[in-house]
T-cell receptor, first 115, second 117 residues
Framework: DTAVSQTPKYLVTQMGNDKSIKCEQN?????MYWYKQDSKKFLKIMFS???????INETVPNRFSPKSPDKAHLNLHINSLELGDSAVYFC??????????????FGPGTRLTVL | QQQVKQSPQSLIVQKGGISIINCAYENTAFDYFPWYQQFPGKGPALLIAIRPDVSEKKEGRFTISFNKSAKQFSLHIMDSQPGDSATYFC????????????????FGRGTQLTVWP
């Protein structure tokens, strides 16, 4: 059973396009996250939702908009894609109110390439 | 500003040797320090974690050493195996009620470990 799943795994698109990445977790967790991992493997949090409520919103261009239709799903929509958006995007989830002691479970990642 | 500093960037170890990765932090609000392991093409996965009320935690071949006064912690991998070859990330976070560190995992920049057979 896949705990945290993401689709698609690979996404290749042209500059200026709009794209979405979907994430689902079947762990019954309350909190979900989006991370960006750049070409040097640096992991940085972008957003966090708890029970569909946005609780962390890092300094991210407003072209990025997360949406949580329910607590098991957290999608990421990106408008007007730029070359610098090329990265691997990871979804993660944890139990509870983003309590730091709760293990975060990561999805397999979505490799976004903007041409 | 990098909240957690990790070194070395890459590490090559012979099979059976000890791998040591070091991390340092400044923010005294941090009180949870996990290590994540990432294999190519996969997401990071929790390997081991420590809280500052203990100075060492061991799980199998993996040990975290924690020095609260120096604000440093390290991962030791004993009897390193080729299967341990991966990228290792240290991280830090603060508990609830401790301001901006709440619920956020701040990652180090990662260490690429290669274990030669």
């Amino acid at each position: 059973d896949t705990a945290v799943s993401q689709t698609p795994k690979y996404l290749v698109t042209q500059m200026g396009n709009d794209k979405s990445i979907k994430c689902e977790q079947n762990l019954g967790h309350d909190t979900m996250y989006w991370y960006k991992q750049d070409s040097k493997k640096f992991l940085k949090i972008m957003f966090s939702y708890n029970n569909k409520e946005l609780i962390i919103n890092e300094t991210v261009p407003n072209r990025f908009s997360p949406k949580s239709p329910d607590k098991a799903h957290l999608n990421l929509h990106i408008n007007s894609l730029e070359l610098g958006d090329s990265a691997v995007y990871f979804c993660a989830s944890s139990q509870g109110l983003a309590d730091s002691y709760n293990e975060q479970f990561f999805g397999p990642g979505t490799r976004l390439t903007v041409l | 500003q990098q909240q957690v500093k990790q070194s070395p960037q890459s590490l090559i170890v012979q099979k059976g040797g000890i791998s040591i990765i070091n991390c340092a932090y400044e923010n005294t609000a941090f009180d949870y320090f996990p290590w994540y392991q990432q294999f190519p093409g996969k997401g990071p996965a929790l390997l081991i974690a420590i809280r500052p009320d203990v100075s060492e935690k061991k799980e199998g071949r993996f040990t975290i050493s924690f020095n609260k006064s120096a604000k440093q912690f390290s991962l030791h991998i004993m009897d390193s195996q080729p299967g341990d070859s991966a990228t290792y990330f240290c991280a830090a976070s603060g508990t609830r009620g401790r301001g901006s560190t709440l619920g956020r995992l701040y990652f180090g920049r990662g260490t690429q470990l290669t274990v030669w057979p």
